[in-house]
């Protein structure tokens, strides 16, 4: 298994208490993008001293707006059902808890996309329990037919990244046919022990079985694919190299490792208290994680939710985090539920605020909030995604196509304050796009809009 326990024990081990100068040598190789190994990355996971960790925080700071420019991508989270038949320890779905359950039909699936889109979003990440019975491969399929179908006004969902539980190369094959953007999977904890300890009795129990979904996935023809841990479970710094480990092993065996990596910390649920979990993440340590991941995995998107706060969210997009959710619901139907007053939630949420809210503080902070689902509408996935990561180009196509995204986000959503604000940073960006044809496309793109059409992109 290509997650060597033993070896981490033994690394962690060996790089503790490290010294300020093996501290700089990491960085000084980091700053060169030398790439990291294994025992680097430890290095950086025990750095306690505040002027180290000023450093870390520091370069992954550079490295972010070297790679991605000042562009943050916004999408929302649909539930669309609760029925699970594991038992994971920390879920509020799982399979013990009593409560009624329930899959939304197609016409609440509609109208929840509907409300989404009113909400200007773009970009869903799909998300339900595992339930061969009562939420099989066929409902997600038909699911994103309806999400891509429903459309109103200029609402539209141009991508849907996909939540679902491990399974087999045919059902990843049909859900790559049906036009998904990343398959998301989280293997919660890397921590075996833990593992076992947190899916008692359940499919989701397999650890192996877990583990290989990626390269299932990848058989299928699915090249972009989305990891996690939920951070609170184990040893943090044991699961930082646990993902390190997956990612290689993905780009070993297939070209190409993670194109994103969310970092959930562990929250109170329905039936779930945070009594008895002794790794419970601290604000300091989960700082310290996202500017590693983003030093250690440059090319690789970096997703927080609203399980944290504003002022976490504002503090970790400067250290790494390249994506954000927004305005989300995290119950089953919860977008309807929320304009009923009635919205019920898988997990406790910290950040309340709509999308125009958001966009609002992101703009003052200056950073170009983007809706843009061009990669994979261009076929800028995998390792072509990579390629153009990697040869640092990627920022020529995020900054105008958040630009135009971020535009036609005003003109149909938002009020007059976001408008002024937005357009103030549209007009100095556009003026500073690099590539001529670039510019004139995108200024060509925006005045087009002002007219009526939509959907320009790189
Ligand atoms: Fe089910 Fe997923 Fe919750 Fe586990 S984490 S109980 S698989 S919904
Ligand atoms: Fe993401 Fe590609 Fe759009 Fe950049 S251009 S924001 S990488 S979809």
Redesign the pocket.
């Known amino acids: 298994m290509f997650i060597d326990h033993e070896y981490i024990y033994k690394i962690l081990e060996e790089t503790k208490n490290p010294s300020n100068e093996e501290i700089k040598e990491v960085l000084n190789k980091a700053k060169k993008r030398e790439g990291l190994s294994y025992k680097d990355i430890a290095i950086l996971l025990q750095a306690e001293d505040e002027k180290d960790l000023e450093e870390i925080y520091s370069l992954a700071g550079q490295i972010k707006k070297d790679i991605y420019g000042k562009r943050i991508v916004v999408f929302a989270p649909l539930y669309v059902s609760d029925y699970?038949v594991?038992?994971?320890v920390y879920?509020g779905?799982?399979r013990d808890n009593k409560f009624n359950r329930r899959r939304l039909t197609m016409d609440e699936v509609a109208e929840e996309v509907r409300i989404l889109e009113q909400m200007g979003h773009k970009r869903l990440a799909l998300e339900l329990?595992?339930d061969p019975v009562n939420a099989p491969i066929d409902y997600v399929l038909e699911c994103l037919d309806t999400i891509y179908k429903t459309q109103n006004a200029n609402g539209e969902i141009r991508r849907v990244n996909v939540n679902i539980?491990a399974t087999t190369v045919e059902n990843y094959k049909a859900l790559h046919e049906k036009g998904i953007g990343t398959y998301i999977l989280f293997q919660e904890t890397y921590h075996k022990p833990t593992y076992d300890l947190m899916h008692p009795k359940s499919i989701?129990g397999d650890y192996n079985y877990h583990l290989t979904a990626f390269d299932r996935a990848m058989q299928a023809g699915i090249d972009d694919v989305g990891a996690g841990v939920l951070f609170g479970l184990a040893d943090p710094r044991f699961e930082v190299l646990g993902l390190m480990m997956h990612n290689a092993h993905l780009e070993e065996k297939y070209g190409v490792g993670f194109h994103t990596i969310s970092v959930p910390r562990l929250q109170e649920a329905k039936g779930v208290t945070l009594e008895n979990y002794p790794h419970l993440l601290s604000d300091k340590m989960f700082k310290k994680i996202v500017a590693i991941l983003r030093i250690a995995v440059p090319f690789t998107g970096l997703i927080l939710s609203t399980r944290e706060t504003p002022a976490m969210r504002k503090e970790l997009l400067k250290y790494g985090v390249s994506q954000i959710s927004a305005g989300s619901s995290t119950g089953v139907g919860g977008y309807k539920e929320r304009e009923e007053g009635k919205e019920t939630k898988q997990f406790k949420t910290n950040d309340e605020r709509s999308p125009i809210e958001i966009l609002k503080e992101l703009l003052n902070d200056g950073y170009i909030p983007s809706y843009c689902t061009a990669c994979y509408r261009k076929g800028r996935t995998g390792d072509r995604f990579m390629q153009l990561a990697k040869s640092g180009n990627i920022k020529y196509v995020c900054e105008p196509n958040a630009l135009m995204t971020l535009h036609e986000f005003t003109l149909d959503y938002g009020d007059k304050e976001l408008y002024d604000k937005a357009q103030e940073i549209i007009n100095t960006e556009v003026e500073s796009i690099e590539r001529e044809d670039i510019k004139s496309y995108t200024k060509e793109s925006l005045g087009k809009m002002k007219s009526g059409e939509r959907d320009f992109y790189l």
Do not use: S
């Open positions: 699970c594991n038992n994971c879920c779905y799982q329990g595992e539980a989701k």
